[in-house]
């Protein structure tokens, strides 16, 4: 994984490359996924979140330009992993994630895997940790399209927030934000696409039952906060990548089910999961990846299939 993905493509950082090579990351998957855990993309990990791909954390964390020395914050802890990686890297790590059950998952194995510089705590990320500023990085693991005032405020000169820039659910631009004595140089670089940043009140531990599926934590089981659904598209959608473009979509948005190709031309859809993410993922279908011509999409409501436990191209 880090000599193909990430040294392969010029990322030459060393303590990154070394922190990648030094983490677990298939003990951050959800059950059942390790054998993708080394793949090239993000996976799903529940309630509508991701671990991001490979690269992206290398480059994230590469761009925070932090050392031995360095106390960050991390908003979108998630299953844990970019907080492992930069803890192999800094003095101090505060991580804050907004669904209690991620949090305590997330706590309770970087514990298990030897991390005492990493804290975990369940709260709104969009505030930031004012307890424990101010800090020399702050990485943002979730888009927006306004960088909060309050990560900002939490820099300490010299310090550098990185942070998904954009609409939800569309590209963005990985940004990085340098705090000087009065203003902030800002430097844009790759495209990229992230869950969106959520502020407010995080759902409570009793919110949402225990997950199964993910083997990570709680999230909604069939019949509660989920959804399924089976669509056709037709158009111009095969030939065109609609079908890696779907599983790349669903996996960001913690979807599971299957894509694959018809007889007809079109393409059937299975979607199901968390009901926000299934419908955003629907909404993505209508346009699908850049060379499709969506013509018609159909959509039907079924029961939810305990037996779908990743999305798969078929």
């Avoid at 990430?6 to 922190?19: S, Y």
């Avoid at 080394?38 to 991001?52: A, V």
């Avoid at 991580?95 to 970087?110: F, H, Y």
């Avoid at 005032?149 to 990185?162: E, F």
């Amino acid at each position: 994984m880090v000599e193909e993905q990430i040294a392969g493509r010029g990322l030459r950082d060393e303590a990154v490359l070394a922190a990648l090579r030094a983490v677990p990351r298939h003990s951050f998957v959800p059950q059942g996924m390790e054998g993708e855990a080394y793949l090239d993309g993000p996976l799903p990990i529940g309630f509508g979140q991701t671990i991001s791909q490979p690269y992206m954390v290398a480059l994230m964390t590469s761009l925070l330009e932090v050392d031995a020395r360095s106390r960050v914050l991390e908003v979108g802890a998630g299953s844990g992993y970019q907080s492992a990686v930069l803890a192999e890297i800094v003095a101090e790590v505060w991580a804050v994630e907004r669904i209690p059950q991620l949090a305590d998952a997330a706590g309770r194995r970087l514990v298990e895997l030897g991390y005492d510089n990493v804290l975990v705590t369940a709260g709104d990320g969009t505030l930031g940790w004012d307890e424990h500023a101010p800090y020399d990085g702050v990485l943002v693991a979730a888009a927006t399209e306004e960088v909060p005032p309050a990560l900002l405020d939490q820099l300490v000169p010299g310090g550098r927030l990185v942070i998904p820039l954009g609409p939800p659910h569309r590209d963005q631009v990985l940004t990085v934000y340098r705090r000087g004595r009065d203003t902030f140089a800002v430097e844009r670089h790759t495209p990229c696409r992230f869950v969106p940043l959520v502020g407010g009140r995080a759902p409570a531990p009793g919110d949402v039952a225990e997950d199964e599926m993910t083997g990570l934590g709680p999230s909604p089981p069939p019949g509660q906060g989920s959804k399924a659904v089976k669509l056709r598209v037709t158009g111009r959608v095969q030939g065109v990548f609609y079908r890696a473009s779907t599983q790349r979509e669903a996996r960001r948005l913690g979807v599971v089910g299957y894509v694959r190709n018809l007889r007809d031309g079109g393409v059937e859809v299975w979607a199901q999961g968390d009901a926000a993410a299934v419908d955003e993922l629907v909404d993505w279908c209508r346009g699908g990846p850049p060379r499709a011509e969506v013509a018609r999409l159909e959509t039907e409501d079924l029961e939810p299939d305990p037996a779908m436990h990743a999305f798969e191209v078929r």
